[in-house]
């Protein structure tokens, strides 16, 4: 059974830093894309970035500068590094797996298994 756990949200100012850590079980992690989305209130699931088993990792325009998105497959762990943290970026944060293709990367539906998900808050 897979699980995600994810951790290291709170609150924080802007310009402030915040890195997210994403716990898998399971035998896949090492095989599977792992993904980050988030989702503000009376907002959709947006796509935040994503990394292959590769390595090779995608990112949405709004955030490509600012955060990183590692794995570490020893660990069974993924992160997502936060910097210069904006209010827009207040959301709850999830982690997610599945095999989509890098055309599909983005879109939620590609990902067969989710996290509970992390708040993350950024005063201004």
């Known amino acids: 059974q897979v699980q995600l756990v994810e951790s290291g949200g709170g609150l924080v100012q802007a310009g402030g830093s915040l890195r997210l850590s994403c716990a898998a079980s399971g035998r896949f992690f090492s095989t599977y894309a792992m993904g980050w989305f988030r989702q503000a209130p009376g907002k959709e699931r947006e796509f935040v970035a994503a990394?292959?088993?590769?390595?090779?990792?995608y990112y949405a325009d709004s955030v490509k500068s600012r955060l990183t998105i590692s794995r570490d497959n020893a660990k069974n762990t993924v992160y997502l590094h936060m910097n210069s943290l904006k209010p827009e970026d207040t959301a709850v944060y999830y982690c997610?797996?599945?095999?989509?293709?890098?055309?599909?990367?983005?879109?939620?539906?590609?990902?067969?298994?989710w996290g509970q998900g992390t708040q993350v808050t950024v005063s201004s």
């Open positions: 990394v292959l088993s590769s390595g090779i990792a």
């Open positions: 997610a797996t599945g095999t989509p293709s890098a055309r599909q990367m983005a879109r939620p539906a590609e990902y067969a298994y």
